[in-house]
T-cell receptor, first 113, second 111 residues
Framework: DGGITQSPKYLFRKEGQNVTLSCEQN?????MYWYRQDPGQGLRLIYY???????QKGDIAEGYSVSREKKESFPLTVTSAQKNPTAFYLC????????????FGNGTRLTVT | RKEVEQDPGPFNVPEGATVAFNCTYS??????FFWYRQDCRKEPKLLMS???SGNEDGRFTAQLNRASQYISLLIRDSKLSDSATYLC????????????FGKGTKLSVIP
């Protein structure tokens, strides 16, 4: 079955450590996205990539980094510079054409203490 | 005015009731509109796109009013399984990356 896989589902880290969240899709979608969701808040865009080897900052990119070396993969690194990293992280993909909706992975819940 | 605004609810309705949600958006250039459903601690899932002429999918009807800049979602004959948070999503440009999500409206359908 085609879909988007995020791993792990739950992640716990100590403050000051970098952590990488995995996102893999087999939908053959060109575009991939990372969002963050905090309780009672809407989704906020961290980074997006419309094509391999290219990505752009979203609204809240500070403290995060990404890479897009393969079409299927778009890992997100949460660095120690991110001041409030505890959140629900959602990866999504789309065909990349205008007006196409997003397909989401099942999310990674990151807790930093 | 916030870009995409929704009544946070919660809307508590009995089974079988009809419930409607509205969502207002501020960017008059917005071209595409969607309703997503998000269950507690899960990812959002596309419920339906919203077309200019309005569209229906079973018990769900979506409508767009460009003049007043709002979209609506009507759920008829509510089921317990409809309990979720409903997210309004609006594009502000030609690319899918220019999506703005509302904070969602929580619906609880009560037996």
């Amino acid at each position: 079955d085609g879909g988007i896989t995020q791993s792990p589902k739950y992640l716990f880290r100590k403050e000051g450590q970098n952590v990488t969240l995995s996102c893999e899709q087999n939908l053959n979608h060109d575009a991939m996205y990372w969002y963050r969701q905090d309780p009672g808040q809407g989704l906020r865009l961290i980074y997006y990539s419309q094509i391999v080897n290219d990505f752009q900052k979203g609204d809240i990119a500070e403290g995060y980094s990404v890479s897009r070396e393969k079409k299927e993969s778009f890992p997100l690194t949460v660095t120690s510079a991110q001041k409030n990293p505890t959140a629900f992280y959602l990866c999504a993909s789309s065909p990349g054409q205008s007006y196409s909706p997003l397909h989401f992975g099942n999310g990674t819940r990151l807790t930093v203490t | 005015r916030k870009e995409v605004e929704q009544d946070p609810g919660p809307f508590n309705v009995p089974e079988g009731a009809t419930v409607a949600f509205n969502c207002t958006y501020s960017n008059s250039a917005s071209q595409s509109f969607f309703w997503y459903r998000q269950d507690c601690r899960k990812e959002p899932k596309l419920l339906m796109s919203v077309y200019s002429s309005g569209n229906e999918d079973g018990r769900f009807t979506a409508q767009l009013n460009r003049a007043s800049q709002y979209i609506s979602l009507l759920i008829r004959d509510s089921k317990l399984s409809d309990s979720a948070t409903y997210l309004c999503v609006v594009t502000s440009g030609a690319g899918s990356y220019q999506l703005t999500f509302g904070k969602g409206t929580k619906l609880s359908v009560i037996p």
